[in-house]
């Protein structure tokens, strides 16, 4: 049985809370927010032990491991306390404000020889991870160029300012929706190292960028268009869909369809051609099931590396972290506007 | 309940395969014309229950069913809430404070800043009375025997332990809308036995149940097991699995499932809605 706590009952704290509550292997010792609204409310109506201090939660539940789901400018903090506590971490993402406290967080848990994971739930969807199996096979032959994209209906129009609306804090377009593309792009096809013609646009908000537009290139060569708007009304949902071109073939994929084509020079006859599948396809079973299976999985997965002792993840800080890098590049680049 | 009820994902842009068949439909039901048209068409089939989500356009199409009481009498609307996109996306945007804000008014800022905790304590089940209320002014008029809880928040109060929010839900459909609870869920075993602990003893639990276990949580045989022996009144949904399956082998698994009253489907041509209607009635016999 691990025991876990949670810090932060924003829309992923309440989410992590209600999968690490449902979670047979796991015991949610502790809930800190400095909400008493929320404290209340799922104080009373529940089992859940609830804190206003973190620290407080940390000392008297004692728990194995801590999610932290609060807003980023808090996470350094908080996760290097938890880190000094000798606690594995599941950090929400982004990581940190800043490379360095990202850095400095990632040294400190190697020294530890603790696990921090960050939540990009990308990395357990079924059809981006069969697309990675398929680069990481050769499938594709040598991927040369990619389009990565995202968009959603989150700020359509102005409206009153909460701390997304406050790059300081961590709000804006780039740390929320474009840090899951970007972390996407570095887990399908390798490091970025590299980026050019950035445009942070403002659409609807005043203080912060509604989409992110950029050129990246990989270690590997390869080159692609990032395109990102979180003031896309016409999406329901927020939806990311990745196309990606190789010597032997190309694919397009989002979080429910995978279609790939095999050019025919370099394949046999039979697999030559589209093939497209689903998520259904690739997806794997989950114990408790809410909003998605692959929320489910990536703290199922951190669950179980924390059982034994595993601190590397396909979504630790020495992989994960490195969104922190790109998203500085991203920022000064922007600042040369486009010279 | 009947054993066909006829779905709404297909009307409002939702498909769980394709975003580019959503987007297709979405362009045809733009027009809630052509909505009531494909109902209709249900209705001439045979069909009775249709189970939709709150959306605002949905008071269009209850309009639509009052004009003519007489042809639409035993017609019956299965209303689920909330649309939680809406309620996600505000989160989001204004935070929990901001949304709870927002979509009440300003009650509950409101009431913590004019009486502290304890107003909001006390009006706790009162505020999720004035957003049932809410979501089902649309349904003035029109017969709702069952209203749903959407699996998002039937999903995340078993996962919080809040069951005591299912038995108030309950207690105030009976009461004020004369009508039965329904609870939406991708955690069948779990959230069956979760109401039942919490005294409801014959939950209306709607879930999916397919030949390939999509969506689906617990084993397949736990699956079956708590639908022939809790007494859960089941109803199949994402019976295709998203369309993995082809639609006779699916419906044959629904329909031979014991505990399975009802199975839900949704369709855009008569021709479709009135071939599924009959494969489940030649299959259930």
């Known amino acids: ?339 | 309940m009947d054993r066909v009820i006829f779905g709404d994902n297909q009307f409002f842009g939702v498909d769980h395969l394709s975003e580019e068949n959503a987007r297709k439909k979405a362009q045809r039901f733009k027009d809630t014309r052509e909505i009531i048209k494909v109902l209709d068409a249900a209705h001439e089939v045979g069909i009775r229950t249709f189970m939709c989500t709150t959306y605002a356009r949905i008071a269009e199409i209850t309009e639509h069913f009052k004009s003519d009481p007489a042809k639409y009498q035993d017609w019956k609307f299965y209303p689920c809430m909330p649309y939680a996109h809406k309620y996600a996306n505000a989160v989001t945007e204004l935070g929990i404070g901001g949304a709870l804000n927002h979509f009440t008014g300003g009650s509950v800022m409101g009431g913590l800043l004019k009486g502290g905790m304890a107003v909001v304590q006390r009006d706790a089940f009162k505020m999720m009375q004035l957003m049932v209320d809410a979501e089902l002014q649309m349904f003035k008029g029109v017969s709702a025997p069952v209203i749903f809880l959407q699996n998002v928040v039937t999903d995340l109060l078993i996962g919080l332990g809040m069951e005591e929010f299912f038995v108030e839900f309950e207690k105030y459909l009976k009461k004020k809308y004369n009508a039965e609870a329904g609870f939406i869920t991708m955690n069948l075993p779990l959230t069956t036995r979760r109401l039942q602990a919490a005294g409801i003893s014959k939950p209306i639990v709607c879930a999916s149940l397919n030949k390939i276990g999509f969506r689906m949580t617990g084993s397949m045989e736990e699956n079956k097991q708590v639908l022939a022996e809790s007494g859960v009144r089941g109803i199949a949904m994402q019976v295709y699995a998203a369309g993995a399956i082809k639609p006779r082998e699916a419906m044959d698994y629904a329909c031979s499932l014991k505990g399975v009253e009802s199975i839900l489907f949704g369709a855009s041509s008569k021709a479709h809605i009135e071939e599924t209607y009959n494969l489940i009635n030649e299959l259930s016999t």
């Open chain 1, 1 to 339: 049985m691990v025991k876990a706590g949670l810090i932060g009952l924003g829309k992923m704290g309440i989410s992590h809370c209600a999968i690490l509550n449902a979670y047979p292997n796991v015991d949610l010792v502790g809930v800190a927010d400095t909400s008493k609204l929320l404290r209340w409310g799922i104080g009373k109506y529940s089992t859940i032990p609830m804190y206003d201090d973190y620290k407080a939660m940390i000392r008297e539940a004692n728990p194995d491991c801590v999610f932290i789901a609060t807003p980023t400018s808090s996470h350094f903090a908080i996760a290097s306390y938890c880190l000094e506590q000798g606690k594995h971490v599941f950090l929400e993402k982004p990581c940190c404000l800043n490379y360095a406290d990202t850095s400095a967080l990632r040294k400190m848990a190697e020294e530890r020889n603790l696990l921090v994971q960050i939540g990009y739930h990308n990395r357990f969807l079924g059809t981006f991870s069969e697309v990675r199996r398929l680069i990481s096979a050769g499938e594709l032959g040598e991927i040369y160029n990619f389009t990565a994209e995202s968009y959603g209906p989150v700020v359509i129009k102005q409206k009153e300012e909460t701390w997304r609306s406050k790059r300081t804090e961590g709000g804006g377009c780039l740390y929320d929706y474009a840090s899951h593309v970007i972390n996407l792009v570095s887990y399908l096809m390798g490091e970025i190292k590299g980026v050019r013609g950035t445009r942070l646009q403002k659409v609807f908000s005043k203080g912060v960028e509604d989409a992110v537009y950029s050129t990246l290139f990989l270690d590997s060569g390869a080159s692609g268009h990032l395109a990102v708007s979180w003031s896309e009304e016409s999406f329901r949902k927020m939806s990311t869909k990745i196309s990606i071109y190789g010597r032997k073939g190309r694919l397009e994929c989002d979080s429910q369809e995978l279609k790939v084509f095999f050019n025919t020079s370099e394949n046999p006859p039979d697999k030559q051609g589209w093939h497209i599948s689903y998520l259904t396809d690739h997806t794997p079973r989950v114990d408790y099931f809410l909003r998605g299976e692959e929320y489910s999985s990536q703290v199922n997965d951190f669950v179980n590396r924390v059982a034994s002792g595993d601190t590397d993840s396909i979504n630790s800080i020495k992989y994960s972290g490195e969104t922190d890098r790109i998203i500085e590049l991203l920022i000064k680049d922007a600042e040369l506007g486009g010279e």
